[in-house]
């Protein structure tokens, strides 16, 4: 077994073949005869709506499941995996979209966890910290051994994670939804990373949503439908659209949202000030109002209070100075069930924390708010019949694919939890709608379905507050752009008159007019 003082040098995989991959589970069959391969130095990109067999192929690849039927071959020799440490020890690695690390602990410990030390009962803390420094500086991995897990940012802990495969001398490495939770900027430094891997002879699979990131990063693409193999493709071969007709089955056409017809403000912020969780002020005096028929998307970096916001305009977080109002009534400090009662609806950021609970079925989910309202009551009793048949009445308008009403939400994939969460927000008809990163993580299908539900409220009427880090989202759908910058909103600009370079700067901090004289000096050189 390695120990934590000592780098794995493990052979490096020329070549990983599965072939006619099967695997069942209750009601399900996740992958039917799937064939996929992976070889040394490129980058092979998996794609697919979510339930399309990807993440459960890649668990197979990492041990985590067990084929029902078909073979993995390692450089033409087949191979058995019972668990994530044999994967390990043949040289695999994977970065899950959820980072599997211990907050309390350092980066140095994360990567030592599990490794034998070689000074027992002393550990080998000061020799990982040193390898692990000589990886970022061959990878361009900027990160502090000595940092405690929960101070760093998201993109610094997927930099541990790729530390901690490379230190148990993974050579082929799968990346799930890599750049879900991550900035532009943090987006680059990854692809640079994985550019520098690939030369070193790495071979890595990566799964993911965002075409335009797969165009630019992939070599090959194979893309999954219904737990079946559509199509292998060399990326410089294909264009986006085949890719998106090869996952979907149909042509996805560009959203072309009518011009707002906007009525009287619903949603009113005034000087608003918050805490952050670590004690500093993550809100510095925003101002916005928001009007009913209108979307007002919110771009920026993430960190820069966006999350803060929702959660004060929400009542999730207290507001320490300023005011919110719907309607004209003030609801700064009022509880959540008067918020609703105001109208306002919330699609939030991190939909299986503060959206849905894991265990609870379908049905229950779509009542977590309603249950106690008169005409799902028989008297002290739920009238459960009325509840199901409103609930088969939702799935069906929402198109959320369940295999019954009492499935457990932990059972479905992650674009119909969120149109499950849609449909209990939008069919309570809100006046107000904060929408806080309502396409993350789910699939092209998913996505053209949501962003349509999102242009139908507004086109009822809704006043929408758009929250989003993607900033083709923000730019599609937003009649105004507010752009945030360390707790400020630096400006606001029309959709029609921003550009992507001036969002950029005033994403950086630069103010709507200095961006607007930057780009007037750039047209002019």
Not at 213 to 220: G, L
Request: aromatic share 4%.
């Amino acid at each position: 077994m390695a120990t934590a003082g000592q780098f794995t040098q493990l052979p490096r995989i020329r070549r990983i073949e599965m072939r006619e991959i099967v695997k069942r589970f209750p009601g399900v069959l996740a992958n039917s005869k799937v064939n996929f391969d992976i070889n040394a130095g490129e980058v092979h990109a998996l794609l697919g709506e979510n339930g399309a067999g990807k993440s459960t192929l890649m668990r197979q690849l990492y041990g985590l499941y067990r084929p029902d039927e078909g073979q993995i071959l390692i450089d033409g020799q087949a191979v058995e995996f019972h668990s994530p440490a044999d994967a390990i020890r043949a040289g695999i690695g994977m970065i899950h979209q959820h980072f599997m690390l211990v907050p309390t602990l350092t980066v140095a410990q994360n990567v030592a966890l599990g490794l034998k030390s070689s000074r027992e009962p002393l550990l080998d803390l000061d020799r990982v910290s040193a390898r692990i420094s000589e990886l970022s500086q061959a990878y361009g991995l900027k990160v502090d051994p000595s940092a405690y897990i929960w101070q760093l940012s998201v993109g610094e802990q997927q930099r541990v994670e790729i530390i901690k495969a490379l230190y148990r001398g993974a050579s082929v490495i799968i990346l799930d939804e890599p750049t879900a939770v991550l900035t532009p900027q943090e987006v680059n430094d990854l692809f640079a990373t994985l550019k520098r891997m690939v030369g070193e002879g790495h071979g890595l699979v990566f799964i993911s949503h965002k075409l335009h990131e797969v165009m630019e990063i992939s070599d090959r693409v194979t893309v999954l439908r219904d737990g079946q193999t559509i199509g292998v493709r060399r990326t410089k071969e294909v264009t986006r659209d085949e890719l998106v007709k090869m996952m979907v089955g149909r042509e996805v056409k560009p959203l072309s949202p009518q011009p707002a017809k906007v009525g009287a403000v619903r949603l009113e912020v005034k000087d608003l000030h918050a805490m952050g969780d670590r004690g500093t002020e993550m809100l510095r005096g925003v101002n916005l109002q928001v009007h009913a028929g209108e979307i007002v998307g919110v771009a920026g970096v993430s960190g820069n209070g966006q999350r803060e916001l929702a959660e004060c305009l929400t009542g999730l977080r207290k507001a320490t100075h300023g005011q919110i109002l719907i309607n004209g009534e003030d609801m700064t400090h009022a509880p959540l069930l008067k918020r609703m009662a105001a109208g306002q609806a919330y699609i939030p950021e991190e939909r299986m924390r503060d959206g849905a609970i894991r265990e609870f079925s379908v049905q229950e989910n779509l009542f977590l708010r309603d249950h106690s309202a008169p005409q799902y009551r028989r008297g002290v009793f739920l009238d459960f019949s009325r509840m199901a048949a409103r609930t088969r009445q939702m799935v069906d308008e929402f198109n959320v694919k369940t295999p019954r009403l009492d499935t457990p939400l932990k059972n479905l994939s992650g674009g119909n939890i969120q149109k499950l969460i849609l449909a209990r927000e939008l069919s309570r008809k809100p006046m107000v709608l904060i929408a806080a990163q309502p396409t993350r993580g789910v699939d092209i299908g998913a996505t053209e379905y949501i962003h349509k539900r999102l242009l139908e409220q507004r086109a009822a009427g809704t006043a929408i507050l758009l929250i989003s880090e993607d900033l083709d989202e923000i730019r599609t759908l937003s009649d105004r752009i507010a752009v945030m910058y360390e707790g400020r909103i630096t400006g606001i600009v029309e959709r029609d008159q921003a550009t992507v370079e001036q969002i950029g700067l005033m994403m950086a901090g630069i103010s709507k007019e200095e961006a607007l004289q930057h780009h007037s000096a750039a047209e002019h050189s």
